[in-house]
């Protein structure tokens, strides 16, 4: 079974920083596999943010975390990591880790990502 653990949010003012990890354990190769982050305020839709290739080559941001958040991941560590830089009122949510099934290939869709997180809050404060 795999499991993905958050941990790193926490209340930052408007223009901080804030480091997300997400440590993986179980359900095969990390390595193999696409992983993403995507956030969540309560009676919103779930938003894509981030995804990052298997390798770690290839990266895609939502438009609105463009230029200010940054995945990254170490496989020899099954992490995955989320910079935050320059935040805003508006990124706050609950932000989750996921991994994407195989063979799909929009990642930026919920429903292609088969485990989550528990998810981990990030207020920022204006």
């Known amino acids: 079974q795999v499991q993905l653990v958050e941990s790193g949010g926490g209340l930052v003012q408007a223009g901080g920083s804030l480091s997300l990890s997400c440590a993986a354990s179980?359900?095969?190769?990390?390595?193999?596999?696409?992983m993403g982050w995507f956030r969540q305020v309560p009676g919103n839709e779930r938003e894509f943010v981030a995804s990052?290739?298997?390798?770690?080559?290839?990266?895609y941001y939502a438009d609105s975390v463009k230029g200010r958040f940054t995945v990254s991941r170490d496989n020899a560590k099954n992490m995955v990591y989320l910079q935050m830089t320059s935040l805003k009122p508006d990124d706050t949510a609950v932000y989750s880790c996921?991994?994407?099934?195989?063979?799909?290939?929009?990642?930026?869709?919920?429903?292609?990502?088969?485990?989550w997180g528990q998810g981990t809050q990030v207020t920022v404060s204006s």
């Open positions: 996921a991994r994407r099934r195989p063979f799909v290939f929009d990642n930026t869709i919920g429903r292609n990502y088969d485990y």
């Open positions: 179980g359900g095969g190769t990390f390595s193999a596999y696409t």
């Open positions: 990052i290739s298997p390798s770690g080559g290839t990266t």
